[in-house]
């Protein structure tokens, strides 16, 4: 069988066409990144720490990216801060507790000169299955999403219980 020279070659070649097949075939159809467009919204996904209790959360689309932080959390409130690498031109953020709920938005307020970091004290979620809703303006484009709370409490292997 090894001594076939056509055998030979078609072992040789075939993963070759292989690899050049796979990238060939996601060149045809795979979607092209394009630049955010003025007045268009776009869906922030949030990464895994926001499903873990980190006490952070990240979400993002593309090189939009923003990072929320839970400061505090108590029965009257909870705090959260929010930075982002772009000046943002606003922020909305509600708790709600399932996707069909609208919640009550609430402005957070900018501490810093540049409109890159946010406050906001958010009635606190009764369960981890609460959802954050965020929803950010870069320069007339709108970023929305949302994440489970169960990144509010920042608990280690080391916190005692």
Same mark, same amino acid.
């Given at each position: 069988?090894?001594?076939?020279?056509?055998? &030979?070659?078609? %072992?040789?070649?075939?993963?070759?066409?292989? %690899? &050049?097949?796979?990238?060939?075939?996601?060149?045809?159809?795979?979607? $092209?990144?394009?630049?955010? $467009?003025? *007045?268009?919204?776009?869906?922030?996904?949030?990464?895994?720490? #926001?499903?873990?209790?980190?006490?952070? #959360? +990240?979400?993002?689309?593309?090189?939009?990216?923003?990072?929320?932080?839970?400061?505090?959390?108590?029965?009257? *409130?909870?705090? &959260?801060?929010?930075?982002?690498?772009? @000046?943002?031109? *606003?922020?909305?953020?509600? %708790?709600? @507790?399932?996707?069909?709920?609208?919640?009550?938005? &609430?402005?957070?307020?900018?501490? +810093?000169?540049?409109?890159?970091?946010?406050?906001?004290?958010?009635?606190?979620?009764?369960? $981890?299955?609460?959802?954050?809703? %965020?929803?950010?303006?870069?320069?007339?484009?709108?970023?929305?999403?949302?994440?489970?709370?169960?990144?509010? $409490?920042?608990?280690?292997?080391?916190?005692?219980?």
């Amino acid at each position: 069988m090894f001594k076939n020279k056509h055998f &030979i070659l078609a %072992v040789i070649i075939t993963p070759v066409l292989a %690899v &050049i097949a796979y990238f060939g075939v996601d060149l045809a159809v795979s979607e $092209k990144p394009h630049a955010a $467009k003025k *007045g268009e919204s776009y869906k922030l996904i949030s990464k895994s720490n #926001c499903r873990y209790t980190s006490g952070l #959360c +990240d979400m993002e689309n593309g090189e939009f990216k923003i990072k929320f932080r839970s400061e505090s959390l108590s029965q009257q *409130g909870w705090e &959260i801060s929010m930075t982002s690498k772009h @000046a943002l031109q *606003g922020v909305i953020v509600s %708790v709600v @507790a399932n996707e069909s709920e609208q919640g009550q938005p &609430i402005d957070m307020v900018s501490n +810093d000169t540049e409109n890159r970091s946010w406050v906001a004290t958010l009635p606190p979620p009764s369960s $981890k299955d609460y959802l954050l809703r %965020v929803a950010t303006e870069l320069d007339g484009t709108l970023y929305y999403g949302d994440t489970t709370t169960e990144f509010v $409490k920042y608990e280690t292997l080391f916190t005692d219980k």
